[in-house]
């Protein structure tokens, strides 16, 4: 069994975001699968998917301002400056941070352990809504 | 044909340690896949998996190394500090590196390169026992 | 519908490359695919695969800039040096970036953003040609 389907995430502010529950809303269909995968890939390049922390929001404000320290803004070395400061560092921190993550289903729920959850990663100072496409994959 | 089995990974010390073989291990299953995949989640966001270079220890030694020079204890702009200085720089590693991989499965094995093999990554000073989560997808 | 290949890409100089048409280009299969995943994984360990921007050169530039800056071949803290400056910064930087992504398949196309692309990272000197195994998963 294969399900695919394209969503719209709200826009969030620069910084990292916990959109578990906003992925799980949008896929019911997956409380059809035993077992399986969800693959889900944010369709731009200055954002970004990763599986971390979800309970304390500290969290995600240190990953905010350790992201910024070891990808700097006021760095001179950048050629890819048009679109202003947070452009090419976004880029970067896209790449390191990754575009997509893949989930194991279990009985029709996500199978992350008990401290885990989904970031939206926004890395652009105006970023706006961001698509993702999200695949299931199982029986 | 999906296989999907949860594990415990015995206790290591802090740093990089290859796990292929304890992986392998336990998943006899994969020797009835002829192509497809295996994915396999880390269910903790303070250790990471990672695939690198599997036969001189002087790598994962280095990798130790440099992980703990790019995203240091001893900053002071960290906020979430309250279970000791290898909390958040731990959370951070998990995401720089990855808290799943996916690998190839082709004639019942891991189509790996030679010289790559997987990594459990670490970060606590006391981690304890990890759990991980494999699904295979294979025909 | 399962279809896995290994194929061997050009060798590329040291740097970031867009390699989504060499991909696509050998994988006619994927027109068959209505909507799945592409899984695919680069067999070496000092090479990786990332997802970004697929239009400006001067982004490829600015990875290779800020790769060299953040992993620096001059740490006189590694100890796996034999083989060359370029061989333990080039692991780091595999891990960093990941061996491998995995791509929506839509209507038989790479289901990506109209500005994201296939990076191959050569992270060595001389890294001569890589292989990738690309597996295709979808009905």
Tied chains: 1, 2, 3.
């Excluded at 970023?127 to 299931?136: D, E, I, M, N, P």
Aim: aromatic share 8%.
């Amino acid at each position: 069994m294969i399900f695919q389907k394209e969503i719209i995430l709200k826009p969030k502010p620069r910084g990292f975001h916990l959109i578990t529950q906003e992925i799980i809303s949008q896929f019911s269909e997956m409380t059809n699968i035993s077992r399986g995968i969800a693959h889900i890939l944010i369709k731009h390049s200055s954002a970004s998917l990763t599986i971390n922390e979800n309970a304390d929001p500290s969290v995600r404000n240190d990953m905010e301002t350790y992201f910024n320290k070891i990808v700097p803004e006021n760095a001179t070395y950048f050629e890819h400056t048009l679109e202003g400061l947070d452009d090419m560092t976004s880029h970067i921190k896209s790449s390191l941070l990754g575009s997509s993550i893949t989930i194991p289903i279990t009985n029709g729920k996500f199978n992350l352990g008990v401290w885990q959850g989904i970031y939206l990663c926004e890395h652009r100072n105006h970023g706006g809504s961001r698509k993702v496409v999200v695949t299931l994959i199982g029986e």
